[in-house]
């Protein structure tokens, strides 16, 4: 079935990579907000931070110099980050440093934990992205399970004076950007592989089937960003359109508003 409305709505035209359109909104717009996360873990009210499209870029590209002295271009780096900010930089900078992006969740993700080992013995990353929260259970988990990544990347240490030892990838619309595992609730997950071009595509799809104003709208959702949905809506999409996202947490948000 044909939706009549979507075509006849102006075609969006993608950005080559989501890189090259981050780097662009950091040069043109770099004093707008880009991010904003809600945090009702350490607040009920929710506690908000935000990056701007120039401090997005620069935490981007500090790991991606950081990951390059680490891994080579084309080697997997799994992140097992919370939700938030950290998230963000963990999956950009992989796509600045042309790394494969593995997005997934820290071990203490109630009754998923039996589906995140057989995840990381499937993909066997070389490198592993956490915050300083989570690495203690993430430590715990690699020298439980079966997969031994080289190394372990705290983001939210990395510093921004590596930013200035980035060198462009060039990471072109074929290449692969990350690896979106399925949910596993029928079978043992899978990992499908998403290029740049095919996630710049869709993020641009997204928004003209939403209607977004291309540098106004604001994108405010709560799906985890390790779900394609999640992460297309929440990071992708603000990028391609030069638009504001707000996130946050579904289950700390759900702890909340039941007074957990």
Known sequence: MTDVRAAARPAAVPALT?????????????????????????APQGRRASLTWRETDLRARALAAALRGRVIAGERAAVLAPQGLDYVV??????????????????????????????????????VLTTESAAASVEVLLREGPARPRDTLIVDTVPAE???GWQDEDAGPADLAYLQYTSGSTRAPAGVMITHGCLAANAAQISVALEIEHYRSTAVGWLPLFHDM????????????????AFMDPVAFLMQRRGG
């Open 230 to 245: 999640g992460f297309v809506m929440t990071v992708a999409m603000p990028i391609a359109t030069g638009g504001r996202a």
């Open 162 to 164: 590596l930013a200035d």
């Open 90 to 127: 963990a999956m950009l900078g992989a796509f600045y440093a042309r790394v494969v992006a593995i997005p997934l969740f820290t071990p203490d993700l109630p009754g998923h934990r039996e589906r995140l080992a057989h995840i990381l013995a499937d993909a066997d990353p070389a490198c």
């Open 18 to 42: 989501l890189v090259s359109q981050a780097r662009r909104l950091a040069e043109t717009i770099g004093d707008r907000p880009g991010f904003t996360f809600v945090d009702y873990l350490s």
